[in-house]
């Protein structure tokens, strides 16, 4: 059986992160750390380190005294997570290698075109978007900057669950992911980074009007 021999805290993380993938916690929520950590069976400082960690992050908020909670939602947040993403999957595909992009591109594409639903409720195009969007980074090599990735979109996660739950119908644009991969046929890397940019910007402002205004 292969050992997972990545710290506690980084394996605490993931968990709590695979949960709030689920929907499991509500914005707002406080967390109890005695009974988190006797749920997840860890002590207590692993799972505070893991908590530290996903507050600096932006998924949580600590307030002095009052330990964590998950933080609320707001347009502010989720228009700045949406930049970040948008900047650091830009970045990943920049960083990429031409070749290989050229290689994936037509992939990219029939995956595109599989699903051309203009509208589909928001568990199914988030599975179809996860799998578009893995492949597209798939050629860089920069972990880290995957990493980071993962963990704000994780931040974004939250809002799709929160503001539409896996059943309701949401809009989404086939054709942006089709101009992405057909620019990266060609070999047009510059033009697939500011339509991947424009994806982004576009799926925001879909989202933005689900947000209550603060």
């Not at 506690?8 to 009974?35: H, M, S, Y």
């Not at 492949?135 to 900057?145: D, K």
């Amino acid at each position: 059986m292969p050992i997972d021999r990545r710290p506690l805290r980084e394996q605490i993380r993931e968990e709590l992160l695979g949960r709030l993938d689920r929907g499991d916690f509500a914005a707002g929520t406080d967390i109890n750390e005695v009974a988190l950590a006797a749920e997840l069976g860890v002590s207590r400082t692993p799972l505070r380190e893991a908590l530290i960690t996903l507050a600096g992050e932006g998924v949580l908020e600590s307030t002095q005294g009052r330990g964590f909670r998950f933080a609320p939602v707001s347009r502010k947040e989720f228009r700045e997570l949406c930049e970040i993403v948008a900047g650091l999957e830009a970045l990943a595909l920049d960083r990429s290698d031409p070749a290989y992009l050229r290689e994936i591109a037509p992939e990219l594409l029939r995956m595109a075109r599989d699903f051309p639903d203009r509208i589909a409720e928001q568990h199914v195009i988030e599975r179809h978007d996860d799998e578009w969007h893995d492949l597209l980074v798939s050629g860089c090599r920069n972990e880290r900057l995957i990493d980071l990735i993962t963990s704000v979109k994780a931040g974004l996660r939250r809002y799709a669950h929160l503001l539409a739950g896996d059943d309701t119908p949401l809009e989404r644009e086939a054709a942006e992911h089709c101009r992405v991969a057909e620019l990266l046929m060609t070999g047009d890397r510059a033009e697939a980074v500011q339509a991947l940019r424009d994806n982004w910007v576009n799926g925001m402002e879909r989202m933005m009007s689900r947000i209550p205004a603060s």
